[in-house]
């Protein structure tokens, strides 16, 4: 499912960017991981079993795979549970993107780790056009906030 700027301009605005950052579920078999491979490949990227076992053994969990024609870039973050996504297009296509709650929780957190904080103004930006144009559970968003300690940074923005 589509995360990051991507799933930020499905719900608020667009904007630009030089990357698409998708979340894949992927377990630690290796089948999986070369059926990934064999994927990205077929789509342009140039990438390496390798890389996706590093980010799998590592903190973040993130690979970033460039494109073979261009300097854009594909950042996939991968996660072993299963994927809470909501069904969209992009250029006609169907395809699924990160709920809006939870995009936001993830803009959140990086805007708490942002130094220094002017950094942060995307994804502040992203965060208001989201909570603008998209439907939202606020009351659940305050308490997942809360739980993730940046329940201070949402209250900023929503003043």
Avoid: H, W
């Avoid at 700027?5 to 991981?33: E, F, N, W």
Wanted: glycine share 4%; charged share 30%.
């Amino acid at each position: 499912m589509f995360t990051g700027a991507l799933a930020a301009s499905y719900y608020g605005r667009p904007r630009t960017t030089m990357d698409a950052d998708i979340i894949v579920k992927v377990s630690q078999t290796g089948k999986d991981r070369s059926k990934l491979v064999s994927a990205l490949r077929r789509a342009g990227l140039e990438a390496e079993e390798r890389q996706i076992s590093m980010a799998l053994e590592s903190t973040f969990k993130i690979a970033t795979f460039k494109d073979c024609k261009s300097s854009l870039t594909v950042d996939i973050i991968f996660s072993e549970r299963k994927l809470k996504k909501n069904s969209g297009t992009i250029l006609n296509l169907r395809t699924f993107y990160q709920p809006p709650e939870e995009l936001i929780l993830a803009k959140l957190r990086m805007i708490k780790a942002t130094v220094p904080r002017e950094r942060a103004f995307k994804d502040k930006e992203d965060v208001k056009a989201i909570l603008k144009f998209a439907r939202v559970n606020l009351d659940q968003l305050k308490r997942k906030a809360s739980k993730a300690s940046t329940l201070s940074v949402l209250e900023n923005i929503l003043t």
